[in-house]
């Protein structure tokens, strides 16, 4: 079976990405924030679309999983 997610670095992360967060949920970057409120430890993904407004900080040095569309 292939597995649609890959493991990146929170740095890495560009918008239209889907990103799948420790909790399970899902969030799809509308736009990243680095660094987030000016500190450089931290990138923000924001997810805004017709459907939700949501935002999840990260350390800069985080592995993340995401799908990306070809």
């Given at each position: 079976m292939n597995d649609p997610w890959?493991?990146?670095p929170?740095?890495?992360v560009r918008?239209?990405?889907?990103?799948l967060l420790d909790t399970g949920?899902?969030?799809e970057v509308s736009r990243?924030?680095?660094p987030f409120l000016g500190i450089d430890e931290f990138i923000a993904?924001?997810?805004d679309t017709p459907e939700r407004w949501f935002k999840e900080t990260?350390?800069?040095?985080?592995?993340v999983r995401v799908?990306?569309?070809?």
């Open positions: 890959t493991t990146v929170a740095a890495d918008p239209g990405d889907r990103v949920a899902e969030l990243v924030e680095a993904f924001v997810e990260v350390r800069a040095g985080a592995e799908r990306r569309t070809p």
